[in-house]
Each structure stands twice: as C-alpha cells, then as structure tokens.
C-alpha cells in the first residue's frame, strides 16, 4: 500500500521512505502527530512511525541508518516487533498507532498492532486526554 502521494507529502519525504522501503523492507511506516492528524502548522515536521524486522541491533548503527537520506525536517522511530511490544505502554507508542496513517506495508499487521494498543488501553482502564493517558477512577 502506497498512499504517500495522496497525502500530499513533500517529494524529499516520499523518496526518504521509498529508500526506506527498499533497504528495510518494513513491516510498516506510519505518518502520526500533527500531520497524521490533519493539524499540521507551517513549520511542522513530520513524524515517521517504522516497524521492521531488519533494523540494525546497536543504537548508533540504527541511527546512523535512518539518517542515511533524511530531511531535517523528519524525526523517525523505529522498533522491531519485540522492541514495540515493550514499549507498548508508552504514550508516544499509542499516540502513534491509534492515529497513526499507514504509508507503506502491510494494513493487516498494522491493524494487528492498533487492536493491540486499544486493547491495552482498555484493560489499563485508560482514558486519554491532550496531556498524555491517565487512569479513569471511579
């Protein structure tokens, strides 16, 4: 699935992800935050969500990958399945596969890790507000 043409993304950000595509095979990558979201100011950047199997182990071996090719203007995370599922909890993790918009990949396996999230969500008995997830009492 390719829908970075119809969103309009700028032609550096769309050639960033075909080199992405080509060297990572992802499982997925997720446009999220303000653009994703349709609330993007003149002078937000874009925010790309990646999951793939064959992402470089060491930190800065990763890093300097997805730097290779990058706008500045583009901030990137990237996890394998078994980093995701640890990091599941986190905020910034549900921010982007609830609101996430899938730019490349596979939409089943997405949907998988979105069913994830909301499921989490709901046996956490969270409610989510702009500051973040917060425990609903009563």
């Not at 950000?13 to 595509?21: H, N, T, V």
């Not at 090719?69 to 394998?80: E, G, I, L, Q, S």
């Not at 910034?92 to 939409?107: F, Q, V």
């Amino acid at each position: 699935m390719c829908t970075s043409h119809r969103l309009g993304l700028p032609d550096d950000l769309i050639a960033y992800i075909d080199a992405l595509e080509k060297r990572l095979s992802p499982l997925f990558i997720l446009l999220f935050g303000s653009h994703a979201r349709g609330e993007a100011g003149r002078y937000s950047d874009y925010d790309l969500f990646i999951v793939a199997t064959t992402l470089p182990h060491d930190y800065w071996e990763r890093q300097a990958f997805l730097r290779t090719r990058k706008p500045a203007w583009v901030d990137v995370v990237a996890f394998n399945p078994t980093e995701l599922e640890q990091v599941l909890h986190r905020g910034l993790i549900l921010d982007a596969l609830l609101d996430g918009r899938l730019l490349r990949g596979d939409e089943a396996i997405f949907r998988q890790w979105r069913e994830k999230a909301c499921r989490y969500i709901e046996r956490q008995g969270l409610r989510r507000t702009s500051w973040g997830y917060f425990r609903q009492v009563g």
